[in-house]
């Protein structure tokens, strides 16, 4: 299970709804893909469709998709939101994460 802090939750649902996605009924899709300056990298985006390999969850009111391969590495990840003057936007706090990359954009296991 991926879990959604309060901050990125409000910052989801209004990302959702400037795209078109309606926050209520559509997903949160979250992955893992080869590339980043440690191995691994996260990926973010917005989706209205399930696939068949596909878990589907809701964590703090926010419908989050993971397909089964990238489960694997999220397990336990909280998805937060960094603001202000230094911030970085979207972070994955993912406890099976050995190294991280400088800007926390891409893991190793």
């Keep these: 299970m991926i879990k959604v802090s309060d901050t990125a939750k409000k ?3 209004e990302l959702m709804t400037d795209e078109g996605f309606n926050a209520i009924t ?6 893992v893909k080869s590339g980043g300056c440690s191995g691994l990298s996260y990926d973010l985006t ?9 878990k589907v ?6 419908k ?3 397909d089964k391969k ?4 999220l397990v336990g990840t909280t998805l937060e939101y960094s603001g202000g003057l230094n ?4 972070v994955f ?17």
């Design 11 to 13: 910052k989801v649902v």
């Design 93 to 109: 706090n993912n406890p099976n994460a050995n190294r991280t990359c400088g800007c926390g954009e891409s893991f190793s296991l």
């Design 46 to 54: 917005f989706d209205n469709k399930k696939e068949d390999n596909d």
């Design 64 to 66: 989050i998709i993971v």
């Design 70 to 73: 990238s489960f694997l590495y």
């Design 26 to 31: 559509d997903f949160v899709r979250v992955g």
């Design 57 to 62: 969850f809701e964590e703090n009111n926010v």
């Design 87 to 90: 911030g970085k936007g979207f």
